[in-house]
Nanobody
Framework: QVQLVESGGGLVQPGGSLRLSCAAS????????IGWFRQAPGKEREGVSC???????YLDDSVKGRLTISRDNAKNTVYMQMNNLKTGDTGVYYC????????????????WGQGAQVTVSS
């Protein structure tokens, strides 16, 4: 079964940092394009960071300079490091995978993690 399992969410004070993990099973993550999406309370799910098969990337303006994506192919896991967190970063974060990725739109992705709650509050 194809699964994406997320971990690492939690409550963080403004200015703090957090790292989300997205571990794949049932498929080789290195063969897929990966996206990270945020759904804030009462808002639509939107892309915050996506990597494409051609090596291109997308970062939402709200996270530029504060977010770093990395991966460990041996662990079949990708990570999103978030620094200098702001209240506006609060939401449920989802990792997603698609066989061929060239956009950062929700409808483009084939597989989704269960979501990880990130709450930034003092």
């Amino acid at each position: 079964q194809v699964q994406l399992v997320e971990s690492g969410g939690g409550l963080v004070q403004p200015g703090g940092s957090l790292r989300l993990s997205c571990a794949a099973s049932g498929f080789t993550l290195a063969h897929y394009a990966i996206g990270w999406f945020r759904q804030a309370p009462g808002k639509e799910r939107e892309g915050v960071s996506c990597t494409y098969n051609n090596g291109g990337t997308y970062l939402d303006d709200s996270v530029k300079g504060r977010l770093t994506i990395s991966r460990d192919n041996a662990k079949n896991t990708v990570y999103m490091q978030m620094n200098n967190l702001k209240t506006g970063d609060t939401g449920v974060y989802y990792c997603a995978a698609e066989v061929v990725g060239g956009t950062c739109e929700v409808a483009s992705y084939d597989y989704w993690g269960q979501g990880a709650q990130v709450t930034v509050s003092s």
